[in-house]
């Protein structure tokens, strides 16, 4: 269970097992991330126009509360907090650095404004009726823009956050772009068009309707203002993007397919150079020749930003944040790292073996039976997308680069590489029939794998789905089905045909974030993100809404039916882990970890539980005896690391020393408890394990 802490703080806990004297000398800091801050997952973010400073809506540690915070760019060093920024989407810094404008609220429709030296909030507006797709300051005096979904474009002066002026267009803005001299701007309108537009006169300079959009768009100004860049999604073919005359609106280069739509474009300052992003991968032409130029240092990262003043792009990595200049290609040196967090986490069919992946690239072995770590092998950069025991066999599906793998979890070797996913793969599942795999990726689409040709088979075409990116995918235990959702939408495909059956939609608006269907396949449980903190139960055969668990203290990261179907386990974000009763909603169960739950499930029973969480701890749960049977820490470099038994009792095999807890907010420690020295009981271990599975 959770150890009594410090109340009312956010704080991050570090274990260390000491030899009774020994603590860490003073000059050798605990870790980067702890000693400076560093953000663990960026949501959104911009640059100061001097370059000195950046704004990030983030993660300050694993399962930590999500806050907007000032950087130091050069050291990696937080500034300041900014009060009172919750919700927090586009951003901009105001032509002096002084001011911070940021779309807020859970739709992002509401608008905030902060003062950068003192971090306080000074104004507030509610400003559209949709999201706020971009905010852009214009260069001269304290006014910006924020174009939006509601199909209107407004500006807004800092002085009170008043509005000055608003312009309705003929359908939703997707996508918007600010000419260097705040003179002219280029929207994307509806799902057709895009339009340069007079921002001194408010009317139109142009149409250019030779585009046929169809979802995300993004578009770009050259610095000097004479080419407009426009990369779109169609129906057709992946996506598009095309170089434009901004005086004749005539085309001047069409750049082909791109098979993965690139959710960012930019130009370089000096126009030498474009840009593209989606999220898995950048990209870079030459305006000079169009032909495009290799970008090693920060490809295939998880997430991409291309920064309003032309100068930088910055890359969320696995492990770490990387930024490019612009102007030179080249990587600049920045002292930002993430901690390792756990991705997935699988026991072996005949329930002696843990294998646990991080998103370091790492894969742990334990022997359940006694708590020994057996080995480790690393893939280095690549993601862990699902974990499944195969006729026995455990596999875990793992992409990077555009390439899809199968890896044997005994072995660590790569069992099958697939052909060229096309673009960047967030979530899979296998069928339960062993031969075929299931993938869902940032174009929208799904696709069915054959695993031994490693071949796709059919894709599952998203048109007439609404414009949102699919989330997590799940097949059906007879394997007709698959499941998976875009925004709140749930859509139900029949794998033999790739066809839509049926779809569902939350009448409520919520983001779906998780999925999993029960073994008979009678029943779809969906798991809301953000502050909705619902689950709701669907019939998984017709779609139709049975009921909704309401009350869960946070989003939830992770569900899992039990095998018989009776209970559902639910991972949280605060790092709380439900198991709850499917028939009457009731609590049957709950355990704690330090962090948010990254993944959960039952380990071929309903007695025993399993949640991994992002500070790259496994926790396995006894339900009947209400208490954690084994913990599991991936981060130590010893072959055998943490084991608990019952509450509160921790042993180390290379040490045998008592447990100190440090609890460390900044570079502060606040809190220092000795806990009673820990032990190992192999056989208490082995003989609840008999007990579950004879």
Known sequence: ??????????????????????????????NLLLKTGSPTEIFYLCVSPDGKTLAAYSRSHPGGPVTLNLWDIAQGTRIRLFEDAEDVG??????DGQFLVAA???????????ETQSGERIGWASGHTAAIVRVSFLPFGNRFVTASEDKTLATWDIAGCK?????????PISAFALSSDGAR???????????????????????????????????AISSDGSLLLIASLTKKIPGTLKLWDAKTGKLIKDFGVIKNHLRQVAFSADDKYIFGADYGKLRCWDLATFEEIPLKPIADSDSIFLTDQKKYVISVLPGAVQMLDMATRSQVDIPWKFPVRSTFALVSSNKKVLFAGNSDGSISTWDLTTGRRSQIFRYTGWNYLNAANIDGRP????????????IDLLTGGMVKEFADCGSAIRYA?????????????????????????????????????????????VVSPDDRYVYNNYGSQIVMWDLSTGKKVRDYSWDEGFNIHSLAVSMDGRYLAAGTSGWEKKILLLDATTLTKIKQYVGLGDSVQGISFSPDGTLLIAGLGNGITDIIEVSSGKLAGIFFGQSGVSSVAFMGSNNLALAAYEDAVVQIYDGDRMSTLSLFSQLANNAEEWIALGLDRYWNG????????????????????QYDQGFRDEARIAQRFKELFP
């Open 395 to 406: 596999l875990v599906i793992a992409y990077a680069s555009r390439r899809l793998i199968l």
């Open 185 to 219: 701007a280029l929207l994307g309108v509806g799902d057709n068009s895009f339009v340069l537009w007079d921002m001194g006169l408010n009317r139109q300079i142009r149409k250019i309707s030779e585009i046929s959009m169809w979802g995300f768009s993004s578009c």
């Open 163 to 171: 509005l000055v002026s608003r312009t309705k267009f003929g359908g």
């Open 654 to 673: 290379s040490v045998h020393g008592g447990l100190l807890a440090y609890i460390v907010e900044g570079n502060e420690v606040i809190f220092l408890e």
């Open 429 to 473: 599942d296998f069928l339960h029939d062993g031969k075929s795999i299931v993938t869902s990726s940032e174009d929208r689409q799904l696709r069915l794998w054959d695993i031994a040709s490693g071949k796709e088979i059919r894709k599952f075409s998203a048109e007439g789905i609404n414009n949102r990116s699919p989330s997590e995918c």
């Open 90 to 95: 586009r951003m901009a810094f105001s032509p």
């Open 1 to 30: 269970m959770k150890r009594k802490m410090s109340p009312a703080r956010e704080v991050l806990i570090l274990a260390f097992y000491l030899l009774g004297y020994a603590i860490l000398p003073a000059q050798q800091p605990i």
């Open 104 to 114: 807020m609220g859970n739709e992002k429709t509401d608008i905030g404004i902060w």
